[in-house]
């Protein structure tokens, strides 16, 4: 049996190839590091998180828990190895990064359908099933290839990084530990209080930082979910304030009131060793970096892991050149899968690697793929994918917006945001079940069970 190609090894790619490999299908997956780096990765491990730790909210109810709990009810790897990896993060899934890309590499290593090639895809094969998951970092050889395929260009954008502060060079005198309005664990989070003064200081600092200047190739197109610190500075005053330093929810037990604007700092890992900036992406110099978060209170002596950055982000325009199943109507034998196809956020990642890798899986064994229902977060993002305006398209998280609306509602829940929400999960993962006994009936279902183990951690 001919292997299925799979460029990329991240989250999408290395979801894709389980999901091939479980099914009995052999898979060469192309992983270019350590042999070729990226400004992003800093390590050669497979689904490496190159920005936040976060896998976003695990509250039920929420859009972003409808799509991992799909997920995990349809046997996914790296959701299973995330719950497994998990840290506190308040309503949050947070993962310990190593902890998690050391099990994924692992996982995949140790089965014997995996193939994993360490050496760069510079160009896509003209016959054999080949699925591009090389996120947003595709090199430039293979940009080419897929614009030389689709007829059309690669949009790029770019994404942001956030700093990771050293644990023991925090004053904890001048922070307190806490979650919003007590979610998740109560205190989850590392909270940095500023007053009306302080944050004014902050606020003049970072609109008068010095950033690092783009090249002239680079139009700097910030996805707006994922925007610059300093960007939000520059919209004015209060911006910041009404986004990641909001203190609602935050009542600092010294004083029992909310502090004028919080900083919120999220344990990168179990040992509680680092600690990520949240929401703190930036494109400042590294030196100002370090100047300017060090007028955070709490952080006056920070030594700082990882400084943030930016880094490019390339997509396709997927409605207009990918099918339901994420294959190229230009090139079939062809899948795009992972923030290339279009999607963002981690989760939304692994999905479409998901999805592709039953598609691919239907396909090798002669049978017709069939999209979740439209009702599914699965089906609502893939429809969004391949049905979405192709003349303003953009990259989309999971959201209730995506989701197909219910149908004639009672008054009561029509009237409820929360009860409609409610009723959407519910007759997704009843929908979901369906799918999943129709992908058993075609015996297009895993025949080994997830195997994958979680290490000691770093």
Known sequence: MEAVTIAGGGLAGSEAAWQLAVRGFPVNLYEMRPA??????????????????????????????????????????????????????????????????????RALGEHPLVTIRREELGEIPSDGLVLIATGPLTSDALARCLQSL???????????????????????????????????????YLNCPLNKEEYQT?????????????????????????????????RGYDTPRFGPMKPVGLADPR??????????????????????????????KFPEQARILRMIPGLENAEFLRFGQMHRNTYINAPRVLEADLSLRAAPHVFIAGQLSGVEGYVECIATGFLAGVALAQQVAGAVFTPPPRTTALGSLIHYTSHADPGNYQPANISFDLLA??????????????????????????????????????SIVPRVEITGTVGNGA
């Not at 790296?78 to 993962?95: I, N, T």
């Not at 029992?256 to 494109?283: C, I, K, M, T, W």
């Open 405 to 442: 609306p219910l149908e004639n509602p009672p008054r009561a829940i029509a009237r409820d945001r929360r009860a409609r929400r409610a009723r959407q999960c519910e007759r997704a993962l009843a929908d979901l079940q369906l799918w999943i006994q129709t992908l058993c009936a075609n």
């Open 150 to 188: 689709t007829g059309s260009e690669n949009l790029a954008f770019y994404d942001a990084i956030s700093p990771i502060v050293d644990a023991e060079t925090l004053n904890h005198d001048r922070l307190f530990p806490a979650s919003r309005y007590g979610k998740g664990g109560g205190d989850d």
């Open 255 to 284: 004083t029992g009131d909310e502090p004028f604007a919080v900083v919120q700092l999220r344990a990168e890992n179990l040992r509680f060793s680092s600690y990520n900036l949240v929401g703190f992406q930036n494109h400042l």
């Open 202 to 234: 902050f606020y003049d600092a970072l609109r008068s930082a010095e950033k690092v200047q783009a090249h002239e190739f680079e139009d700097l197109n910030y996805f707006e979910a994922c925007l610059p610190i300093e960007e939000l500075a520059r």
């Open 36 to 105: 070729r780096s990226t400004p992003a990765h800093k390590t050669d491990r497979l689904a490496e998180l190159v920005c936040s730790n976060s896998l976003k909210s695990n509250t039920p109810g929420a859009a972003a828990w409808l799509l991992k709990e799909e997920l995990r009810r349809a046997g996914s790897l790296l959701m299973k190895l995330a719950g497994e990896c998990a840290v506190p993060g308040g309503a949050a899934l947070v993962v310990d990064r190593e902890r998690f890309s050391e099990s994924v590499t």
